[in-house]
């Protein structure tokens, strides 16, 4: 089993030799007792603030007083130090109006959300465990601290939060927690994108995601409504064996838990519903769903406040999906021009995903993924020039050639568009004398 870290166990130390109680607290003992490494470590103390601060000098940063926290810097990691406190009321069922502190352990610990992240830890390994947290590890189940709907009307976020370590911990839901759940959904239109954005992602990379979004599409409808058309939405086509919602899913479950991916997977048919046709014969259709997917992902994610990078990556992948995967040298240089390494890889995670969410019988196009990945390998092998940095000749050259102003541009577009088609090869002197001929033009 993982230890706590000898920074950590400092920390411990200098607050228990100056006679406050300092205990391991929250994820790090719930990820330690299940033998998972744990992400961050937090202390929970009954020093104040001030206490702390001064028992730590130069080493402690005041990053969060107000709850009472306070950052001690050790070797190269930082430790998160809070008092014990309590919560004072709750308002617009988002963070408390204030807190107040105790000298009591089992007071902090009942504050908690859930019974697993309720479970203090000292130096010598002693639990405290007020709230039956050890029993719930070993069942392998998500339970709020006291009463589910109290605890959610305080903070809408424990609702994702619950998703959350359910979706990574592959923990079931308890059947209480579970009702609360379905009931104040609702509430999270109260809280902020950003913490929103945070717990989805984390929920997204989870091992048991799918399983997960599969019982609480309600939940994620609040702040994603254009999902809610997916579910059991029947695509009336061979090619298909699951419904819009469930093929997602399955696609989802299929792309390595990276939070582009992820997120690319689940939202790639999520404009299916708005485009569907059916034809004579009975069979359904979805001409354009690409670019319809691509525009509702753009604003579902700029709900969340995803950074621009972040929301460029994914709707572009949602909208090349849709697009056959290049399997000739020209067509692959040509998507790395676009999409650049990284984004090609991606594609074709995200287009196997796809295939594989379908009906078997057309899991034979995995072969086409295949010939075109090993395209890919063997041009980048081959150092094949796809991007403007990797062209024979520079701005610079182009400028010593008479050229100047966008016209710089334009001939080094033109030179990568021939190159990528194959029609000039990338030498610097077969470039020059190309453009020679256009200088007067240009
Ligand atoms: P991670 O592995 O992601 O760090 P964690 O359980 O440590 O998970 P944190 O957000 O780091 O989650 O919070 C640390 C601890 O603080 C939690 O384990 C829990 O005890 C408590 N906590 C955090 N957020 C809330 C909340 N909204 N309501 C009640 N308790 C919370
Ligand atoms: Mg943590």
């Known amino acids: 089993m993982t230890a ?26 719930r990820d330690l007792l299940l033998g998972r ?21 130069s080493r402690a940063f005041p990053t969060g007083l107000q709850h009472g926290t306070v950052t ?20 617009d069922h988002r963070r408390p109006e204030g807190v107040s502190f105790t000298r009591s352990l089992d007071e902090d610990l009942i504050r908690r959300d859930f019974t697993v992240n309720a479970i203090a830890m000292d130096l010598r390994g002693t639990l405290r465990d007020p709230c039956g947290g050890r029993g719930d590890l070993s069942r392998r189940l998500l339970r709020c601290v006291g009463d589910p709907n109290r605890r959610f009307e305080e903070d809408a976020l424990r609702i994702l939060r619950g998703l959350r370590f359910s979706a990574v911990l592959g923990f079931d839901i308890h059947e209480e927690t579970e009702a609360a759940i379905h009931r104040g959904a609702g509430l999270l239109r109260e809280i902020a994108a950003e913490r929103i954005q945070t717990e989805l992602f984390k929920l997204l990379s989870g091992q048991e995601a799918a399983s997960v979004l599969r019982r609480y599409p309600d939940v994620l409808g609040v702040f994603w409504p254009e999902i809610l058309p997916m579910v059991g939405f029947d695509q009336k ?21 990276d939070p582009v991916l992820r997120c690319a997977a689940l939202l790639h048919d999520v404009g299916k519903p708005e485009c569907f046709t059916v034809d004579p014969q009975g069979t359904g259709h979805f001409y354009g769903h690409g670019a319809i997917s691509r525009e509702l992902a ?29 399997r000739t040298d020209k067509a692959v240089r040509r998507a790395l021009g676009k999409l650049g390494e990284t984004g090609l890889r991606q594609l074709i995670a995200l287009k196997r995903a796809d295939n594989l969410a379908q ?38 050259d182009l400028t010593e050639m ?15 568009e021939a190159v990528i088609d194959g029609r000039l090869p990338n ?9 020679s001929q256009f200088v007067t033009e240009l």
Request: net charge negative; hydrophobic share 40%.
């Open 427 to 435: 030498e610097r002197e077969a470039l020059v004398s190309f453009v």
């Open 237 to 257: 086509n061979h090619h298909h064996c699951y419904d819009v919602w469930e093929h997602s899913l399955h696609a989802m479950a299929a792309v390595p838990a």
């Open 72 to 91: 001690v810097r050790m070797e190269h990691c930082g430790v998160e130090v809070t008092t014990y406190r309590v919560d004072g009321p709750y308002r």
């Open 359 to 396: 009906a078997a019988a057309y899991h034979d196009r995995q072969a086409e993924l295949d010939k075109g990945e090993a395209i890919l390998e063997r041009l980048l092998a081959e150092d094949a020039c796809f991007s403007l940095k990797q062209l024979a000749v520079n701005g610079k």
């Open 298 to 326: 753009d604003g579902m994610l700029r709900r969340l406040n995803c950074s621009t990078v972040f929301r460029e990556t994914v709707v572009r992948l949602v909208e090349w999906h849709d697009r056959e995967i290049p």
């Open 4 to 29: 706590i870290p000898e920074a950590v166990k400092k920390v411990l130390e200098v607050l228990e030799s100056a006679g406050y109680e300092a205990w391991c607290v929250g994820g790090c003992v």
């Open 402 to 416: 008479g050229l100047s102003g966008p016209a710089v541009g334009q001939a080094l577009h033109m030179l990568l």
């Open 37 to 57: 490494r744990p992400e961050d470590w937090d202390v929970t103390t009954g020093a104040l603030p001030e206490e702390t601060l001064g028992l730590f000098g």
